[in-house]
């Protein structure tokens, strides 16, 4: 039972993470329709902003203050990712938009190939440890939790109340909401779609930004490749909640997280991704628009 | 009277110029904030195995400048350009029928002749051994990827749906052809259909699950299933033996009758009187993946016109108009599936054959993806552009190993291999926005009354899976 418990913790952790890089995934496409296959990497891109800044950091004050480090780190990275994303829309899926369904997802591809092969060249291709950032642990009852997944826990509690605060209740959310409804009637009413689809991206880096802060403090190493599988199964959990549904995003995330830790403790640790990926199978085929997803109706 | 005029154009161009200015600015300052860590920044490893931060500030101003300058140009002479152009062309509506050229029409003719005679020709300008390169890196790795996305063009192109994990099939054909060969003995004249067939099946049960979902979600599950069958041979030492791949795959021979194994009595050099090289085996291959490919151009030709492919076509259209018309959507689906995974199966046990060794490493998601890209990138359906496409995406990041040139430009450091991705990457990224329809982006219609009239792409509709 403790046993399953300490599995049961460390799935929840692994799957805040995957639920961080979903939003972005079930935002873009609630949206505009498309899956932003570049956004593992950007979560890639932001897990290693976040090792340079501690770098910096790191040089700068000597010690390691882990709080503040922790706090600049992912500030920066929001900003940065944020930029990034932004960008990629610019470049990208915005001369796309309009044109026919594969463009914007043949760009994707392309602009995930792009970013895991920039940051090879320009930062190596081998992996980059980082000493530990953060120690200790809570014992109860046998089963242990480190302060590590304590904080990652709060930061995913915290952002998640934040961004439902901010579509749920602001002007902005509500403009997204409404192109995400239909967007020629919110652009006949007033919105700018397009500063509004640039903000979603942006929203949806800086989750993806802090979520590789969090991967970097976790596993204290990224490499280049590190965006591939965390984005797959985060699109995985995003399809599983209901895509286009921020709430499923993150139980999809939950889920799949405490699949494959479960998976991997009982089962195989060798087969857990072939356990997440027929999970996505499954759902999808008996029931294909996730958990909490709206039904797709087909209108002729 | 010429200053009159020249005067307001005379303002446009400067305010073009000061409004493409401010563009390369804003441009500048972005790129200066995306790449000021990423590049200005190396984090490297120092003796102690500890990260450490190099500063390479210089090659940071390179990046911006270079986004500035292009930037700049972009708007100040490349936007007004294709602006005046656009303009000439909506101006004249009507367009004229151009007679079209001797070359425009026969192109595909020549293009199959200039492909028979190319070994010939390369042999006889470079020699035995210079000759080797350019029909294996070139010839063959481009041909396998023509075929591949002739195959995959049955599913994305004909049938249209959407297929991420095409590569699964691939495997199955490599893996199938590698362990019978090794295990039985049996030649590749025999395992070549087994292997297709064996991919078929497969294209079935991973097919069959599926039908029922569209569009994005169906490539997915299909990117899903293509990382269990690629986890599974990693995995499955006891048959695959995982990552180390299986080696020794035996050769092919020409029916039997002619060998390329050096201890063979019935070796080429030794039947013909050769000088011994390696090069016939290639030029053999060559010739193999050369017919293969043109095969399965020739099926899928054949097949658009038979009442199947049409309702892979209708299917890609409508498919509710293609359902309440009385076509079996189950089945078409499936033997579109079925089709192109036999194609991949055959390519994939050509590729076993050709490099002796297979491992996982061949068959990760990469490949899928540019294969898709391929096709799309072609004009979706279009055999021709497919073939283009494969030409300029594989065989330009191929040459990108031969520009030894680079090497006293950049200094001996540089490795343009390291760079081959990153192009490609890019090269995707731009080719699709600058051409959303690909290369060949018009459509031959398979019904038509009197004569072929070709259709623009943009009059097609893709259906949504």
Redesign the interface.
């Known amino acids: 039972m403790q046993y399953f418990i300490q599995q049961l913790i460390n799935g929840l952790t692994l799957g805040s993470i995957y639920g961080l890089i979903a939003i972005g995934y079930t935002m873009v496409?609630g949206i505009i329709?498309?899956?932003n296959f570049a956004h593992g990497d950007v979560f890639m891109?932001g897990a290693?902003?976040s090792?340079?800044?501690f770098?910096?950091l790191a040089?700068l004050f000597g010690g390691v203050h882990v709080v503040l480090f922790l706090l600049i780190m992912m500030a920066?990275a929001i900003v940065?990712t944020g930029?990034?994303n932004w960008?990629i829309e610019r470049?990208?899926y915005r001369?796309?938009r309009g044109?026919?369904?594969?463009?914007p997802?043949?760009?994707a591809?392309?602009?995930?190939?792009?970013?895991s092969?920039?940051?090879?060249?320009?930062?190596?291709p081998?992996n980059?440890?980082?000493?530990p950032l953060i120690h200790g642990d809570f014992a109860i009852d046998g089963v242990t939790i480190s302060l590590k997944q304590v904080i990652i826990g709060v930061v995913t509690v915290v952002l998640l109340a934040i961004f439902w605060y901010v579509v749920n209740r602001t002007p902005l959310g509500r403009a997204q909401r409404a192109c995400e409804q239909d967007r020629k009637m919110a652009a006949l009413l007033g919105i700018d779609v397009d500063r509004t689809i640039s903000i979603t991206f942006i929203m949806g880096a800086a989750l993806a930004g802090v979520a590789g802060t969090l991967f970097l403090m976790y596993y204290g190493v990224v490499v280049f490749s590190d965006g591939?599988v965390p984005g797959?199964k985060a699109?995985?959990a995003a399809?599983l909640g209901g895509i286009g549904s921020i709430p499923g995003a993150v139980v999809g995330g939950v889920l799949i997280g405490v699949i494959e830790s479960l998976w991997s403790a009982y089962f195989?640790i060798?087969?857990k991704?072939?356990a997440a990926?027929?999970v996505?199978?499954i759902v999808?085929?008996f029931m294909?628009s996730g958990l909490m997803g709206r039904p797709e109706v087909?209108k002729? | 009277m010429a200053e009159a005029v020249s005067a307001p154009r005379m303002e446009a161009r400067s305010s073009n110029i000061t409004g493409a200015f401010r563009e390369a600015v804003y441009t500048g300052l972005v790129a200066l904030g995306m790449f000021v860590l990423l590049v200005g920044l190396k984090t490297d490893q120092n003796i102690r195995n500890e990260l450490i931060l190099v500063q390479r500030w210089g090659l940071l101003a390179v990046f911006v400048g270079v986004a500035m300058v292009g930037r700049f140009v972009f708007a100040a002479f490349v936007r007004p350009a294709l602006a005046k152009r656009r303009a000439a062309r909506a101006a004249a509506a009507v367009p004229e029928i151009v007679q079209e050229s001797f070359l425009k029409k026969n192109f595909n003719l020549l293009a199959i002749i200039f492909l028979f005679i190319f070994p010939p020709l390369v042999v006889t300008t470079l020699g035995l051994q210079g000759s080797l390169k350019w029909v294996d890196n070139f010839g063959i790795q481009i041909l396998i990827y023509v075929m591949l996305g002739w195959g995959l063009n049955i599913v994305v192109g004909l049938a249209g749906l959407l297929d991420l994990g095409y590569v699964a099939f691939y495997a199955v054909g490599a893996y199938s052809y590698s362990l019978l060969a090794i295990h039985f003995g049996w030649s590749f004249w025999i395992l070549l259909p087994v292997a297709g067939l064996l991919a078929a099946c497969w294209g079935v049960i991973l097919g069959f699950p599926v039908l029922r979902l569209r569009g994005d979600y169906l490539a997915i599950v299909t990117l899903a299933f293509g990382e269990i069958i690629r986890l599974v041979l990693i995995n499955w030492t006891a048959v695959t033996k995982g990552t180390f791949g299986i080696s020794g795959i035996p050769k092919v021979t020409f029916f039997g009758l002619i060998s390329f194994d050096v201890s063979d009595p019935n070796y080429i050099a030794k039947v013909f009187d050769l000088p011994m090289s390696g090069v016939y085996y290639k030029i053999f291959l060559y010739y193999l993946i050369l017919c293969m490919a043109l095969v399965t151009a020739f099926v899928s030709i054949r097949l658009r016109r038979m009442p199947v492919g049409r309702a892979w076509e209708a299917l890609r259209e409508d498919e509710i108009a293609c359902r309440s018309l009385g076509i079996n959507t189950t089945n078409t689906k499936l033997t579109a599936f079925a089709t192109g995974a036999m194609f991949a199966g055959f390519a994939g046990s050509f590729f076993a054959a050709r490099q002796g060794f297979v491992s996982p490493e061949s068959f990760v998601f990469l490949e899928s993806a540019v294969v898709l890209a391929i096709v799309v990138l072609g004009g979706m359906g279009s055999l021709t552009g497919i073939a283009v496409a494969a030409v300029v995406m594989i065989g330009g990041t191929e040459i990108l190993r031969e520009l030894s040139f680079l090497k006293v430009i950049f200094g001996p450091d540089f490795t343009p291999e390291l760079y081959r991705m990153l192009l490609f990457g890019l090269a995707m990224v731009i080719v699709m926005v600058w051409k959303p329809r690909g290369f060949v982006g018009s459509r031959e219609p398979t019904a038509f009354l009197k004569e072929k009239k070709a259709v623009s792409a943009s009059f097609t509709k893709e259906g949504h899976g």
């Open positions: 496409y329709g498309m899956i891109v290693f902003i090792l340079i800044v770098l910096i040089s920066v940065m930029l990034w960008a470049v990208a001369p796309l044109s026919f369904r594969l463009a997802l043949i760009t591809i392309g602009m995930s190939i792009t970013l092969n920039f940051v090879q060249v320009t930062q190596g081998r980059k440890p980082i000493p591939f797959v699109f995985t399809v195989s060798d087969y991704d072939v990926f027929s996505l199978a999808l085929i294909p087909e002729v």
